[in-house]
């Protein structure tokens, strides 16, 4: 069985990061970009990070700039963005694509272990959230308008959950 932690990504430092990295974690997979309305809620993806990553949980964002053209930047770029505008300090990787022939893998397997509305797989806009527990299956996707501190209580869940067996 498939989990999040078979995939790899290019970091924003250029080098590959395998997920595995994040085993036995909970994970918050964003598809961000710099220049959208939902932009702000990096602070509430800061917060939600700080809150909860001494119980194992982890932010990951992924930059798209397939929605309104809001993600223009190179990878120092967005890493200057994130680090000045919102002292974002959760793990960031490099520019994918998330819808299409060329969405990066993992976002193949999240759109289709949790389809949107009425089993829409595509990505519809910047800051659509996946939510994945420790064993690395996709537990609940939220929508872009989705404040990062409503979910909390879900990822708060996710994190008393015992760590898989071995």
């Given at each position: 069985m498939t989990t999040l932690f078979d995939f790899s990504a290019r970091g924003l430092d250029g080098q590959e990061r395998?997920?595995?990295?994040f085993n036995g974690q909970v994970a918050l997979v964003v598809?961000?970009?710099s220049q959208c309305?939902?932009?702000p809620q990096?602070?509430?993806l800061e917060e939600l990070y700080r809150s909860y990553r001494d119980k194992g949980f982890a932010v990951l964002g992924f930059p798209c700039n397939q929605f309104g053209h809001q993600e223009p930047g190179d990878d120092a770029a967005i890493r200057s963005f994130c680090d000045m505008q919102y002292g974002v300090t959760f793990p960031m990787f490099a520019k994918i694509d998330v819808n299409g022939a060329d969405a990066h893998p993992l976002y193949r397997w999240l759109k289709e272990q949790k389809p949107g509305l009425l089993g829409t797989e595509g990505i519809k806009w910047?800051?659509?959230?996946f939510l994945v527990g420790r064993d690395g299956q996709v537990i609940k996707r939220y929508a872009p308008t989705d404040a990062p501190a409503s979910i909390a209580d879900?990822?708060?869940a996710a994190c008393a959950a015992p760590p898989p067996a071995a």
């Open positions: 395998p997920l595995s990295d598809n961000v970009a309305g939902f932009t990096y602070s509430g910047n800051f659509t959230k879900d990822i708060a």
